[in-house]
């Protein structure tokens, strides 16, 4: 399957700090997500990409979705104890295939 | 909330024996899949329906079966427990184009 590689693997960061991660692919997607996933629950869509070097934000939280169509960051600013957990990016690739791709995981700590 | 529900949310199982979980929806959403999180892998696809009695292969389907016999319930078996399918297992609905909702996860442990 598709290999989608996200960094860091972990941070860890004091309140109020930004944060910023990405994900990269060797090929090309349609669509890029943002997904967090709490203890004991699942993931929840935070943002959607549709298009090569769109620029989105929800609140404290931007993602870009690279003009080579091969990567995504995600960027949260003055980060609060709540963002603590695991972010993943996730992709649709050119195939249409309906398989939604995700990568490993940044696992986010805010130290009050 | 998109009413998806999962259950069990726990099991233990022993190798070798058939486990089925149970993925509900409330909203007659057409797709619907079945996700495994392992550490270091993210999630991956297992299987998916399209509707009724129409399902296709994901990218770990070996040593898993699926059915769904209604719109509302999306079925994963594991025919014969292995310890390599001890993980957390997610169900999720796509409720508009490219933009899933997961259930909370089930929790199986194989002994």
């Known amino acids: 399957g598709q290999q989608l590689n996200q960094s860091p693997q972990s941070m860890f960061i004091q309140e109020g700090e930004d944060v910023s991660m990405n994900c990269t692919s060797s090929?090309?997607?349609?669509?890029w997500l943002w997904y967090k996933q709490d203890p004991g629950e699942g993931p929840v869509l935070l943002i959607a990409?549709?298009?090569?070097?769109e620029l989105t934000s929800n609140g404290r939280l931007t993602a870009q979705f690279g003009i080579t169509r091969k990567d995504s960051f995600l960027n949260i600013s003055a980060s609060i104890p709540s963002d603590v957990g695991i972010y993943f990016c996730?992709?649709?690739?050119?195939?249409?295939?309906?398989?939604?791709?995700f990568g490993t995981g940044t696992r986010l700590t805010v130290i009050p | 909330d998109a009413g998806i529900t999962q259950s069990p949310r726990h099991k233990v199982t022993e190798t070798g024996t058939p486990v089925t979980l149970r993925c509900h929806q409330t909203?007659?959403?057409?797709?619907m899949y079945w996700y495994r999180q392992d550490p270091g892998h993210g999630l991956r696809l297992i299987h998916y329906?399209?509707?009724?009695?129409?399902?296709d292969k994901g990218e770990v389907s070996d040593g898993y079966s699926v059915s769904r016999s209604k719109t509302e319930d999306f079925l994963l078996t594991l025919e014969s427990a292995t310890s390599s399918q001890t993980s957390v297992y997610f169900c999720?609905?796509?409720?508009?184009?490219?933009?899933?909702?997961f259930g909370s996860g089930t929790r199986l442990t194989v002994v």
């Open positions: 999720a609905i796509s409720v508009k184009q490219w933009s899933y909702t």
């Open positions: 090929s090309i997607f349609n669509t």
């Open positions: 990409l549709y298009k090569a070097g």
């Open positions: 996730a992709g649709f690739d050119q195939t249409g295939a309906n398989n939604l791709f």
């Open positions: 909203e007659n959403h057409r797709y």
């Open positions: 329906s399209y509707g009724v009695k129409d399902t």
